[in-house]
């Protein structure tokens, strides 16, 4: 078995599942054995100041080697630790799937569980390759362990052959990327990169620098209850009111019913009494005129509601959680250029799409180290359906070493 997947069974096996409802950071302290076992095999590579800080960020240097290395801007690979909350992440029993024949694969014969090329047909296009799965009763975490996994061999490769010529590259592993709060107190000035990429896509040659613009919208309902015997004209029902919010937005605006660059309202979460109820969605858009209107809807729908039952009947918090990182990246599109480049000397088509989601680049774009995203080669992430592609994810080690490398050769490649 290669270091590589052994290094990425070995992370699976950490819990490291982040959580929504935790008030410390980062959420769960669990992220931090795993970020402690990163720290020890940086340092048993040979990196010298490896660490692990109070907040849970694992950072890293190796030195350049180059000639003129002072002219070539400072790069970063990211990943991160955490896996979602949809799913549990701990006693994961990955299994590999050699040499994969295209039919079903039966993960689990208790619960029925079958990863299948009817369900997803982008199984077929890894005939003869070589798959991780679950047992289906976890998740796998490829997302983002992949990314972990393959930015510390690039790292293993890179240091054990000095022929391989680089500027200075810096590592981070992060963690609460999942409850979007991953670069809440990453210091981007102390971390000292000019440019970064991100290892938290999925498909093979995928390369994303287009990003949902995200906000959250909570309601509040606050009823009026009465003995039902005698409510007339009088009960007002917070429960009741929330169904009825809730049919107010688009029905074909869900992502069931969107794809590509269309947004869309996620209802998330409803419970309420006649007394009190609370409503929350997501709202995410591509395009920011078009983000800045559907969160006026729900302003809009307050005020329907509070003319229909009065005023201060419903309330809504509107709170912005990130921005598309197109807005950032266009400004240095050498970072694209050269990626594309990389992937195609080594007979990978780039997969240019934008990300319906976010990732810890698009906020660390606008904090000022801009950062667009590559692949892994993980699918179906955050549900027992998951699986990754040893194959895509040696691919993602050498994307990760040719970009160092054309940095270097380039001498100083400067938007």
């Keep these: 078995m290669n270091q590589l997947v052994e290094r990425f069974l070995r992370y699976t096996s950490f819990d490291t599942q982040s959580d929504e409802n935790s008030v ?7 992220q931090l054995v795993l970020g402690k076992q990163l720290v020890k095999e940086l340092a048993e590579l040979g990196v010298s100041d490896a660490q692990i800080d109070t907040n849970g960020y694992v950072t890293a ?16 690979f990211l990943a991160h630790m955490d896996t979602s909350p949809d799913a549990s992440g701990a006693g994961v029993k990955p299994r590999i799937v050699h040499g994969y024949a295209g039919t079903d694969i039966v993960l689990n014969t208790e619960n029925g569980l079958v ?28 997302d983002d362990k992949a990314g972990i996994a393959e930015i510390m061999t690039a790292l293993a490769y890179m240091l054990a052959h000095p022929e391989v010529h680089h500027g200075v590259i810096k590592v981070a592993f992060t963690p609460d990327e999942e409850v979007g709060q991953g670069v809440d107190r990453f210091d981007v000035e102390k971390f000292g990169a000019t440019y970064s990429y991100t290892l938290d896509g999925d498909k093979l040659g995928g390369l994303e620098y287009e990003n949902f613009n995200a906000a959250s919208a909570d309601f509040s309902i606050i009823g009026k209850s009465i003995h039902p015997g005698t409510a007339k004209g009088i009960m007002k029902n917070a429960a009741l009111i929330g169904a009825e ?4 937005f688009p029905a074909d605006e869900t992502p069931r019913a969107t794809e590509k660059y269309n947004g869309f309202y996620h209802l998330t979460s409803i419970t309420g009494t006649c007394e009190r109820a609370e409503v929350k969605y997501i709202i995410r858009d591509h395009d920011r005129h078009r983000f800045e209107l559907r969160k006026s809807t729900t302003g809009a729908i307050c005020d329907f509601l509070n003319a229909k039952y009065g005023e201060g009947t419903v309330s809504v918090r509107v709170r912005d959680t990130y921005y598309n990182m197109r807005d950032i990246i266009e400004q240095h599109m050498l970072l694209i250029d050269v990626a594309r480049n990389v992937m195609e000397h080594l007979g990978i088509t780039p997969i240019i799409k934008p990300i319906r989601g976010g990732t810890d680049g698009a906020r660390l774009s606008y904090m000022g180290l801009p950062c667009p995203n590559l692949f892994t080669g993980g699918h179906n992430y955050h549900g027992p359906l998951e699986y990754v592609v040893i194959q895509s994810m040696e691919k993602a080690v050498q994307v990760v070493v040719g ?13």
């Design 245 to 248: 919010l809730t049919a107010l």
């Design 403 to 415: 970009i160092a490398e054309a940095f270097a050769a380039s001498g100083s490649p400067q938007d």
């Design 61 to 76: 240097t190796v030195p350049a080697n180059c000639e003129n290395a002072d002219r070539v801007p400072v790069l970063a």
């Design 24 to 30: 410390t950071f980062p959420s769960t302290s669990k």
């Design 115 to 142: 990863l299948s090329p009817r369900d997803f047909p982008d199984l077929l296009e890894y005939q003869g390759q070589d798959l991780i799965v679950t047992d289906g009763t976890t998740l796998l975490g490829a």
